[in-house]
């Protein structure tokens, strides 16, 4: 069984540069998480998505965010404007049972650089 | 909101038994989740406390105290594979939409020496 698949690995921008990452995650998972990964820290959650619908966004700073999970399988996370501060690892996760069960499966994450 | 407190960083010799410790401070608790991340990689789920009491899967094994807001991690054989970050989160929230919202400690840095 293939696991969550993430793209790209790595991607350097210039602040102020739009970037966007994509996410497939394990066949048949509902839920669909992405997190932000800051080094030296754990994983904080930016959104979460239930089939096509993002029932926990509180975290994701909307002025230059965005997320969609359009058929409710792949998903895309969007910065536009990039800052300096959005260094960071860009994780994707999925699991099996609504609201987050038990385990969740991460994928290999974006390294995201801004200069 | 949620708060969790885990060490840094522990170092232990190769065969020996370390602890990871975690204590958390939560409002609508509902488990505790182990996390392992190597270096570069992605988590990877350990294990899930939802009641008081140790669970073991083969060397490693979790422990939970809902009394104390408590639980640690016990990785028993210590071999040199299980350096790493390890992840102590909070599955914790109220019916709705934050409900069951998974909250990650700093991690703790294992640095297994021969």
């Known amino acids: 069984e293939a696991g969550v698949v993430q793209s790209p690995r790595y991607k350097i921008i210039e602040k102020k540069q739009p970037v966007a990452f994509w996410c497939n995650p394990i066949?048949?998972?509902?839920?669909l998480y992405w997190y932000l990964q800051n080094l030296g820290q754990g994983p904080e959650l930016l959104i979460r998505y239930e089939n096509e619908e993002a029932v926990d966004d509180s975290q994701l700073p909307k002025d230059r965010f965005s997320a969609e999970r359009l058929k409710g399988v792949d998903s895309t996370l969007k910065i536009q404007p990039a800052e300096l501060g959005d260094s960071a690892v860009y994780l994707c996760?999925?699991?099996?049972?609504?609201?987050?069960?038990?385990?969740?499966?991460f994928g290999p994450g974006t390294r995201l650089t801004v200069l | 909101g949620q708060s969790l407190e885990q060490p840094s960083e522990v170092t232990a010799v190769e065969g020996a038994i370390v602890q990871i410790n975690c204590t958390y401070q939560t409002s609508g608790f509902y488990g505790l989740s182990w996390y392992q991340q190597h270096d570069g990689g992605a988590p990877t789920f350990l294990s899930y406390?939802?009641?008081?009491g140790l669970e073991e899967t083969g060397r490693f094994s979790s422990f939970l105290s809902r009394s104390d807001s408590y639980g640690y991690l016990l990785l028993q054989e210590l071999q040199m594979k299980d350096s790493a970050s390890y992840f102590c989160a909070v599955r914790a929230g109220y019916s709705g939409a934050g409900s069951y919202q998974l909250t990650f400690g700093k991690g703790t840095k294992l640095s297994v020496i021969p």
């Open positions: 066949s048949g998972h509902n839920t």
């Open positions: 406390n939802a009641l008081d």
């Open positions: 996760a999925s699991s099996l049972l609504p609201s987050g069960g038990n385990e969740q499966f």
